[in-house]
């Protein structure tokens, strides 16, 4: 079953992207056939690696519907958005490149990122560990269609970043929260910081502050032991919510004429920089020299 959701998956991308051909943007039909083969290649090759971390260890049932919204304190959700946003980031830069026009490559990209997450849903709607998540879908949806702020203010003010550090929380679960430091990188969300950052310009019409230079809202929780918070609470455990405020760097404003150096500057801009960070955790403030 799961073999031939991944097929399936790999085609409706492959479905996705050739229609972009009938769009006669001078585009270069040999690089956007390239681009297809390789792109469903390689996400066919990370679905099955997702398949046997994530869903190695749950067994099968028929497929069902599961809300887990109040599950996770939601980091779950905002792992989705992040996901689905550089997806579309991704899939939107090779199109460009392609010659396809840009509004166009945007919206073939945001669909097609919406399509590459729904394998998520139906992956977990036969497993029993877990089940479909209608909150996942829609987060798919929302991160796979935020880079459109991009043509409606002319850049993009709001992108997500992510940083991790593993947590002591993982021992206590591993076959839930990670063996490992790559599988914890995935599974634990005790590690795991969602921020979005954005330029001090924002604040500033005559553009007085440098162009790389952000500030950054941040995400997280600690104790999360078990997804449902009744189950925490049951065993001894209380999760709680972690707002962070820190310095951040859009490296993409550098200005650098090797390509490859862009493309490094491109990757690494997804994850958030090491700063001071000010931390409120509901109880008080905590002050870090250097978070991540």
Do not use: C
């Not at 497993?127 to 991009?150: H, V």
């Not at 995400?219 to 709680?240: C, L």
Request: net charge neutral.
């Amino acid at each position: 079953m799961r073999i031939l959701l991944l097929i399936f998956s790999a085609l409706i991308l492959f479905q996705n992207l050739v229609h972009a051909q009938i769009q006669k943007d001078s585009i270069d039909q040999k690089k956007l056939r390239n681009l297809i083969i390789a792109e469903s290649a390689v996400y066919a090759s990370g679905m099955t690696g997702l398949g046997f971390l994530w869903y190695k260890d749950s067994e099968s049932q028929s497929f069902q519907f599961f809300n887990d919204n109040k599950q996770w304190l939601q980091m779950d959700k905002l792992g989705h958005i992040y996901t689905a946003y550089h997806l579309t980031d991704i899939n939107f830069e090779l199109l460009k490149n392609t010659g396809m026009n840009p509004k166009k490559a945007m919206l073939y990209s945001s669909i097609s990122s919406t399509l590459m997450m729904l394998p998520i849903e139906v992956f977990d709607g036969f497993s029993t560990s877990y089940g479909a998540s209608w909150g996942d879908a829609l987060a798919n949806t929302i991160g796979a269609f935020l880079p459109y702020q991009q043509f409606l203010f002319k850049q993009n003010y709001i992108y997500p970043k992510f940083s991790f550090s593993p947590s002591p929380y993982a021992d206590l679960r591993p076959n839930t929260l990670g063996n490992n430091y790559f599988e914890q990188l995935i599974k634990d969300y005790n590690g795991q910081t969602y921020w979005l950052s954005t330029d001090f310009n924002i604040f500033s019409e005559s553009n007085r502050f440098p162009d790389w230079l952000q500030f950054s809202v941040g995400y997280s929780g600690n104790q999360m032991i078990y997804g449902s918070p009744e189950e925490n609470i049951e065993n001894g455990y209380t999760a709680n919510r972690q707002w962070l405020l820190s310095l951040d760097m859009n490296l993409s404003k550098f200005e650098v004429e090797q390509k490859w150096l862009k493309i490094i500057f491109k990757l690494i801009n997804k994850v958030k920089i090491p700063f001071p960070t000010v931390e409120w955790d509901g109880k008080g403030v905590v002050l870090h020299p250097l978070y991540f």
